[in-house]
């Protein structure tokens, strides 16, 4: 009955030890093929290598499994892949999930409808769950009123008036257009509008997630093996009594750390080493890996030649190990530390907190988690679109679906998203 | 029991004749019950039919080889495709009908029609057998028994007129109104509303200065309401526009106090979209004109319709206004206008086929539903009439939904959502209206026809060639041309190794059929308009395709259904408000509960799970 195919974490927030992702749907096996390469017979466990389909990069080795609907937990072709827990390889997981056609993210509690709907829930769940809902129905009208004190709604409906209003200007003209005194809608009016109304969504999608707050801002340490990454890492451990805790990533060459410095929240990640040439296999797959690092960074401390750390925004140049004798003094203005001698760390923490600032959401701003961001970023897409259209007809049509989607960012009941938010209340994938 | 027909249809308006007239062409044995068979198809407002959403309805109901598209082009004066400049899914095909030439087509077909009788006289009350209705007593004391009964009686319950200080009872000027069967609704427990509704005054044409007034004429590419109408064979008219002035304004303004609608004699709801002229001189105080088209009534009548300025103020008033019209300075009023308040029910208490909910064997549709307009009764009368034939002959009534039909969306507006003026059709109304078009209407719905058996013999033979020759267009369309290929036939698009199909091609909008002649590309058109309406898929595609899991979730939901019975008041986590609306609207399935308005998805759960959970127990019970 769904058509789209779904995927999400079905396992608890990483890092652990293994995560589950879960795809369900009609394209789970064209997903699963797509990254291992074949489909395993039904019900059995393999082992497989995943590549990114596009790219080729070696994602993972994982257990890969496969169910075929409908004797599925939810009733559909289901495919589960049992792969390492670190963040980042569920991260470019996922990633590589949401790239391919016909699959998206799931909505909150979507595995649990779909299994629902299918009859793969029994009745003594089903009727726990109806108790649960009138509790559910006030908690999430707490939090949604607790969301930057009831901001984040106010704007959508802020949003939703003025859309409705575009409506209303349009369908006059579709509508009463022969009939009396209908002023003609200025198509001109309608597009500023609109390309307004799409700017500030976009200046809303370009702030910080909220789940930034959450799961850290990722700083990663990068440079060839023994430019004293490690020793930097423990440095900053060290110094900052905070640490929630250390856990070795799952895989053998990436070691995430959190650390809370001045009350925000970071993640440390010491990649291996990075080295272009006459890597042996399993550490091309480091080397792989501390790639994909680079590109999930909100931060990248690079500790190598300088000039030789990745082409990206988001790097910094640092010049470590003061103290030792392999030193490689950088240009004057290039920050320089000593993890030995604790000089430059005061600057260091003074640029990392400044940084982060601009990367977690502020306080007093209203932020939007990733499920909001989709919705949101789906009514800015149709109002965007907006511009240049010269027919009223197709203009109706896009503020039909932007209004649409910020009825599921709100949990409005409109008619396609009620039955995925029904059961909002469950994480995702369960 | 040996019933004297299987279906009586009471009310000979644009409902009565349509249900009556689909029941007979399914083979059900029809009566078809009015005061007097002069007032069947009789047009009661302004003479024109079509029009924004309106004409969609026309070509709807015409898919299902019903009357008022026929019979629109038999009478039709005045053609005109409202917003032309549009995009196909918004044009309105409308027309202005001759009042006579329409009533004698419509008595053509239906004296035509086999199965149909037509019965004369006063209905008096309807017949129950306990929850069932059975058939209906006349004033005169006859009885006529059926398995169903259609009531179409538009105005005609409890109908009061208004004009000035003075009222009347009655459904249309000269004519008794239906007040003993009203009652008799009443007391069955129906729930009725009262709405209002008016008219304007009609002028006498030849005291109005038409060379002073800018004309409109008849749209001349010949197209019609109906494919069945091979051609115009009316002589055409013209129609003209005429504009209030500040003069007008001053006497209406001057005089509201003695209109039924300000000084509180009428407090039934009027329709928003269709003001009465003292309405908006009131609410739009600062526009100093509004537009009046005069409309001829008909080819042999004076009689010319100014719509735009329906009024209940009192006569003396309305001859002066119209009178600081344009071109109206010696125009005289034959028949002075109105308003009229009537009783109407709710329909929430009627199901997808218009059947009574509680009751069986009793079906109502048009205006007593709570809408206006002619074409809203066509449509009404169509599907009340098949549901009540389908119910007779045992056969599942056909499942429309909101995808599908301009039709389909306001019987659920009007069953899920009540009215609270006058229901007119929009195509505001249709979220999937890019698919539904005026102009491919017969596509849509006439296999949906032919399944239920309501084609007649010629319309089959014609819409089954249709259909392969739309076969053969779509076949050609398939075919696969390069970027090269188009662009060397003089069409601007770009050189960048695109290869698609034909349809593909014709998205662009400066891609046509005709301008590919040059390709080879060679399809018959002998079906006036339906190589436009394949352009007009192809030019849409892109936005169709997006709306195809929108239509799939929507068809899902439609299928779990909660059960005419369910006790909303018993779902844990329903706020009051909810459990009233939801019992007000009685939503068949779960797709209908999530449009009932401020029904939340967490609401919708509980309801699910409600659901789902007495389903299983009834099954293990």
């Known amino acids: 009955m769904a058509a789209d195919t779904i995927f999400a974490l079905s396992s608890g927030q990483p890092p652990a030890a293994i995560a589950i ?49 409908p004797n599925s937990a939810s009733g559909e072709d289901l495919a589960e892949i049992h792969c390492h827990g670190g963040r980042a390889v569920v991260r470019i997981l996922e990633k590589a999930l ?99 109304l799409a700017k500030e969504m976009k200046n809303m999608l370009d702030r910080p997630r909220a789940e930034k707050l959450r799961e850290g801002v990722r700083v990663v340490l990068g440079g060839p093996p023994n ?7 423990n440095a900053l451990v060290e110094r900052e009594a905070a640490i929630v805790s250390s856990i070795a990533g799952t895989t053998r060459d990436v070691i995430e750390v959190p650390i809370a410095i001045k009350g925000i929240p970071f993640l440390f990640i010491d990649t291996a080493g990075v080295r272009d040439e006459g890597a042996e296999e399993i550490e091309r797959i480091g080397i792989d890996r501390a790639r994909q690092q680079f590109d999930l960074a909100d931060l990248i401390l690079w500790l190598g030649r300088e000039g030789e750390g990745p082409h990206n925004a988001n790097m910094v140049e640092i010049a470590s190990r003061q103290d030792h004798p392999d030193y490689l003094p950088k240009s004057s203005d290039t ?26 959401p502020r306080g007093d701003e209203i932020s939007v988690n990733k499920r909001q961001a989709h919705h949101l970023n789906d009514a800015q897409q149709n109002l965007d679109a907006i511009s240049g259209l010269q027919d009223y007809l197709i203009i109706a049509e896009q503020l039909r679906l932007a209004r649409s989607a910020l009825d599921a960012l709100t949990g409005r009941a409109s008619t396609e998203d009620m039955l995925d938010s029904l059961f909002g209340k469950f994480c995702i994938g369960k | 029991m040996n019933c004297d027909f299987d279906l009586i249809v009471v009310g000979g308006g644009h409902a009565g004749c349509e249900a009556a007239a689909v029941a007979a062409r399914m083979g059900v044995r029809t009566a078809l019950v009015s005061f007097t068979k002069d007032s069947i198809g009789a047009m009661s407002c302004n003479p024109a039919i079509g029009g924004l959403g309106k004409g969609h309805l026309v070509r709807e109901v015409d898919a299902f080889d019903g009357l008022i598209g026929r019979a629109a082009d038999a009478a039709a004066i005045h ?20 009042r006579k030439l329409y009533k004698a087509a419509i008595h053509r077909m239906l004296d035509a029609q086999d199965n149909l009788s037509i019965v004369e006289g006063e209905v008096a009350s309807l017949i129950f057998d306990g929850q069932t209705v059975s058939g209906i007593n006349f004033a005169d004391e006859r009885q006529v028994t059926a398995s169903a009964v259609i009531l179409a009686t538009g105005t005609f319950l409890n109908g009061k007129l208004f004009r000035g200080e003075e009222t009347f009872a009655g459904g249309r000027t000269g004519e008794a109104s239906a007040v003993s069967l009203g009652q ?44 069945m109408s091979s051609r115009r064979d009316v002589p055409q008219t013209f129609c003209s526009v005429s504009r209030t002035s500040a003069a007008t304004h001053d006497i209406i303004r001057d005089n509201l106090d003695r209109s039924p609608l300000f000084s509180g004699a009428i407090d039934a709801q009027g329709p928003r979209y269709c003001p009465s002229i003292e309405d908006k001189i009131h609410r739009f105080a600062d526009r100093d004109s509004h537009q009046v088209f005069l409309e001829p009534e008909g080819l042999d009548t004076n009689l010319v319709y100014p719509n735009g300025i329906s009024t209940s103020l009192p006569v003396d008033v309305q001859e002066a206004f119209v009178r600081t019209m344009d071109g109206l300075s010696k125009a005289e009023i034959i028949v002075p206008g109105y308003a009229v308040e009537y009783d109407h029910i709710d329909p929430r208490a009627l199901d997808r086929s218009l059947k009574v909910r509680d009751l069986d064997g009793l079906y109502c549709a048009g205006q007593i539903n709570g809408t206006t307009g002619y074409e809203e009764a066509a449509a009404q009368g169509l599907v009340a009439g098949i549901g009540a034939a389908c119910a007779i002959q045992g056969k599942d009534a056909p499942q429309l939904d909101r995808g599908t039909s301009y039709m389909a969306v306001m019987i659920d507006d009007l069953v899920l959502q009540g009215v609270t003026e006058p229901y007119r059709m929009l195509t505001a109304r249709a979220e999937y209206r890019l698919r539904l078009r005026a102009d491919n209407a017969t596509t849509r719905l006439s296999p949906v026809a032919e399944a239920i058996g309501c084609l007649g013999s010629e319309r089959l033979t014609w819409f089954t060639e249709r259909q392969t020759q ?110 009233e609306r939801l019992k007000g609207a009685r939503p068949e399935t779960l797709a209908a509960a999530s449009r009932v308005r401020g029904i939340t998805p967490a609401a919708l759960a509980a309801i699910l799970v409600h659901a789902r959970r007495r389903e299983a127990k009834t099954l293990a019970a």
């Open chain 1, 21 to 69: 992702v879960r795809i369900s749907g009609p394209k789970a096996s064209d997903a699963l093929k797509a990254l291992s390469g074949s489909v395993p017979e039904e019900r059995r466990a393999r082992l497989a290598k995943l590549n990114d389909p596009v790219s080729g990069d070696l994602l993972d080795t994982a257990l890969v499994l496969w169910f075929p609907g």
């Open chain 1, 98 to 196: 949401e790239n391919m056609d016909g699959l998206r993210p799931a909505e909150p509690g979507e595995f649990t409808r779909r299994a629902f709907t299918h009859g793969r829930m029994d009745l003594a769940e089903a009727e726990g769950l109806s108790d649960l809902l009138f509790a559910e129905t006030e908690l999430q009208r707490r939090s949604a009123v607790q969301a930057a004190g009831g901001a984040l709604s106010r704007k959508v409906e802020d949003w939703q008036s003025a859309i409705l209003r575009l409506s209303a200007m349009v369908e006059a003209e579709l509508d009463f257009s022969d009939e009396d005194d209908v002023t003609p809608a200025q198509l001109s009016v309608v597009h500023s509008a609109a390309a307004e």
């Open chain 1, 227 to 233: 430019s004293g990454k490690s020793t930097l890492l």
């Open chain 1, 335 to 360: 920050l320089s530390v000593s993890p030995i001698t604790g000089d430059g760390m005061d600057a260091l923490v003074t640029l990392l907190v400044d940084r982060a600032k601009k990367i977690v």
């Open chain 2, 79 to 98: 053609y005109r495709m409202l917003n032309l400049s549009k995009g196909a899914a918004v044009q309105g095909p409308r027309v202005q009908a001759d």
């Open chain 2, 184 to 227: 008799q609704i009443r007391d069955a427990d129906l729930p009725i509303a009262r709405l209002k509704t008016g008219t304007p005054p009609r002028i006498d044409g030849r005291t109005i200065d038409w060379a002073s007034l800018p004309e409109q004429p008849s749209d001349d590419d010949g197209w019609t309401m109906s494919p």
């Open chain 2, 470 to 579: 739309r076969m053969a267009i779509m076949q050609e369309l398939e075919t696969v041309y390069s970027c090269e290929a188009i662009a060397d036939q003089g069409i601007e698009v770009r050189r960048d190794g695109t290869k698609q199909s034909l349809f593909d091609w014709l998205r662009f909008p400066n891609i046509s059929i005709h301008a590919l002649s040059g390709l080879g590309v060679s399809v018959a058109d002998t079906h006036k308009g339906l190589l436009a309406e394949v352009e007009e898929d192809a030019r849409y595609a892109p936005y169709l395709q997006r709306q195809e899991s929108e239509l799939r979730d929507l068809r899902a939901n439609e299928q779990i259904r909660l059960g005419d019975d369910l006790d909303y008041a018993a779902i844990a986590g329903l706020s009051n408000e909810m459990v």
